[in-house]
C-alpha cells in the first residue's frame, strides 16, 4: 500500500483537506439556528420540492455508491442497474399510499403511525428494529471511505474508519436537519461530476472507445442477464424488478432517513412533488455509477487488471486505485475527498434519523417529562447523537465481513427492512389485521428472512420481498381469530377510511 502514497501528491492532500473543510463548515453552519426539536430533526418544515429530492437521491446514492456500483459493474458487470426500474413501482407506492399517513397526523417519525394504528409496543419493536438496521447500514458508510483512503494514501483501515467516525460524529452532534440537507446537495453534485470525469478519460483511452468496451463486456460476461425463476441465481430479471421493489420500499416508505426528509417539506404535495423528481433523476444519475465499472473493466482489459496481478485486494477498491493512478495530481484528492465526505453527509444524516427515533419513539413516549424544556431536550438529542456516531465506528470494523458492498448494504435492507414494510403495509391495507396479529406476523416474518439469509442460497434481491410477505399473510391469519377492531377508530390510518377524522 505504500507505493500508492506515492501517487497522492501534496496537492491531492491539499484539495483533500480544504474540501472536508469545507463540507464540515457546512456541517456546521447553521447551528445557531437549532432551538427546537422540529428545526433539529425537520428542518422547520420548510424544505422545497427540488432540494427534497436530491437530499432523498444524495442519502440513497452517497458514498457506498460511488464506490459499490462502479464495483459491482467492474467485478460481475452492470446489470444491477436494472434494479432502478423498480423505483417506478416503489415510488408511487410511497408517494400515493405511505405519504398521506405521515402527513396527516403531522409525526415526527414513520413508526409513530404504527402505535395509531396497532399498539405502543409495534411501535417501539419497529423503530428498535430501524435502529438496528440503520447502525449497521451506517457502518458500510464508515466503511466505504475508509477502503477508498486506504487504497488512495496507504494509510491503515483501522485509522480511516476512526477519523470518519470521529469527524462526522462531531459536526452532527451540532448540526441538524438543515446543515444534513445542503451538505447531501453538495455531495450529490460533486459525485456525479466526479464519475462523469472518471468516464470520460477512461474511455479516451479505451481503443475503439464506447464499442469496444460493450464487445469487451460481452466477451468477460459482463452483460449477460438471466431471465432464470431460480431465486439462488445472484441477479436475475424477476429479483431485480419484483423483489428490489421490496428493497426500495424498504428505503423509500419505513425507513427514517428518508421519511424524516419527506416530512421537512413545506407540504404533502411538495414532498411528493420531490419523489417524482428524484425518481426522473435516479435513472442518469446511477446509469454513470453502473456504467463507470463496465469501463473501468474495459480499460483494464487493455492495460492490465490489478485484481488479477494482486495490486489490490478487492473489486470494491477499483474505483479509487483508477483515480489516485490515472488521474492528473489534484483531481484523486478532489474525489477521494468527495467519498469521504458523501459518505459523512449519510452517515449524519442517519444518525440524525437515529437520535429522532430514538427521542421521539422512545424517551418522549416512554419516560414523559412535561416539565422537561425544548432546551434540554435538544441537549439529550445530542447526547444521542453522540453516542450512536461511537456506535457506528464500533461496527464499521465488522462490514468487510459481509461480501462486497453492495452485498453487504442489500443484505442489511431487506434482512430487517422487509418484515417492516410489511408491517406498514399490513396496517394501511387491512382493516381486519389487529395488533396481535400484527405482532405475531412481523415476527414470523423476521424469522423467515434471518432464515433465508444463513440457511438457504437464495439471492439477496429477495430478501425483503420474503420478509414482506410472510409478515402480511401470517398478520391477516392470525387476527382472523381475534375479535375486529373499531372501524372508527381507524379513520385517516386505513387506506378504505383513509379521510382523517375532523379536529375538534
Not at 185 to 210: D, E, K
Not at 332 to 338: E, K, Q, S, V, Y
Not at 462 to 473: E, Q
Amino acid at each position: 500500500m505504500t507505493q500508492l502514497s506515492e501517487h497522492f501528491s501534496a496537492l491531492d492532500w491539499a484539495v483533500f483537506v480544504a474540501y472536508l473543510l469545507a463540507t464540515v463548515a457546512i456541517g456546521t453552519l447553521f447551528i445557531k439556528g437549532q432551538r427546537d426539536l422540529n428545526e433539529y430533526f425537520l428542518a422547520g418544515r420548510n424544505i422545497g420540492s427540488v432540494i427534497i429530492a436530491m437530499t432523498v437521491l444524495a442519502a440513497l446514492f452517497s458514498g457506498i455508491s460511488f464506490l459499490a456500483a462502479p464495483s459491482e459493474g467492474y467485478a460481475n458487470g452492470p446489470i444491477f442497474y436494472l434494479v432502478n426500474l423498480a423505483f417506478f413501482v416503489a415510488t408511487p407506492v410511497t408517494a400515493l399510499v405511505f405519504l398521506p399517513f405521515y402527513y396527516n397526523s403531522r409525526f415526527f417519525t414513520a413508526y409513530q403511525y404504527l402505535e395509531e394504528r396497532f399498539s405502543v409496543q409495534l411501535r417501539t419493536l419497529a423503530s428498535a428494529s430501524f435502529i438496528v438496521r440503520v447502525l449497521l447500514w451506517l457502518a458500510a458508510a464508515t466503511y466505504a471511505p475508509a477502503l477508498a483512503l486506504e487504497q488512495a494514501t496507504g494509510m491503515p483501515l483501522w485509522f480511516t474508519i476512526l477519523c470518519t467516525g470521529v469527524l462526522t460524529t462531531i459536526y452532527t452532534t451540532f448540526g441538524g436537519m438543515r446543515a444534513v440537507i445542503w451538505t447531501d446537495v453538495m455531495q450529490l453534485l460533486v459525485l456525479v461530476g466526479g464519475q462523469v470525469t472518471i468516464v470520460v478519460i477512461a474511455l479516451s483511452r479505451v481503443p475503439g472507445g464506447m464499442a469496444q468496451v460493450i464487445e469487451l463486456g460481452k466477451q468477460g460476461g459482463r452483460l449477460d442477464l438471466s431471465f432464470s425463476p431460480d431465486p439462488t441465481v445472484r441477479l436475475t430479471l424477476w429479483g431485480l424488478l419484483i423483489g428490489a421493489s421490496f428493497m426500495h420500499l424498504v428505503q423509500m416508505a419505513t425507513d427514517q432517513v428518508s421519511v424524516q426528509r419527506y416530512l421537512s417539506a413545506r407540504s404533502l404535495k411538495v414532498a411528493q412533488r420531490g419523489l417524482w423528481m428524484k425518481l426522473l433523476m435516479t435513472m442518469p444519475v446511477t446509469a454513470v455509477f453502473y456504467g463507470t465499472g463496465l469501463v473501468l473493466y474495459a480499460f483494464y482489459q487493455v492495460h492490465g487488471d490489478p485484481l488479477v496481478a494482486g495490486r489490490i485486494q478487492k473489486a470494491d477498491q477499483i474505483l479509487p486505485y483508477f483515480v489516485v493512478n490515472e488521474l492528473p495530481h489534484g483531481i484523486p484528492g478532489l474525489f477521494i475527498a468527495a467519498i469521504y465526505a458523501a459518505s459523512m453527509s449519510t452517515i449524519s444524516a442517519g444518525i440524525n434519523s437515529l437520535t429522532s427515533a430514538s427521542l421521539v419513539d422512545f424517551y418522549q413516549r416512554l419516560w414523559r417529562r412535561p416539565d422537561l424544556s425544548e432546551k434540554n431536550q435538544l441537549n439529550i438529542a445530542r447526547w444521542l447523537t453522540f453516542t450512536y456516531g461511537t456506535l457506528v465506528i464500533a461496527l464499521a470494523f465488522l462490514v468487510q465481513r459481509l461480501g462486497t458492498l453492495l452485498e453487504a448494504t442489500n443484505k442489511i435492507i431487506g434482512l430487517i427492512g422487509g418484515p417492516l414494510v410489511g408491517l406498514f403495509l399490513l396496517g394501511i391495507l387491512v382493516r381486519r389485521a389487529t395488533a396481535r396479529g400484527a405482532l405475531i406476523g412481523w415476527l414470523a416474518g423476521l424469522a423467515m428472512t434471518i432464515w433465508i439469509c444463513f440457511g438457504t442460497r437464495i439471492s439477496f434481491t429477495w430478501y425483503a420481498m420474503s420478509g414482506c410477505l410472510t409478515t402480511m399473510s401470517i398478520g391477516y391469519l392470525v387476527s382472523l381469530f381475534d375479535r375486529a377492531p373499531d372501524l372508527k377508530k381507524q379513520a385517516g390510518l386505513v387506506w378504505a377510511n383513509r379521510k382523517p377524522p375532523p379536529r375538534p
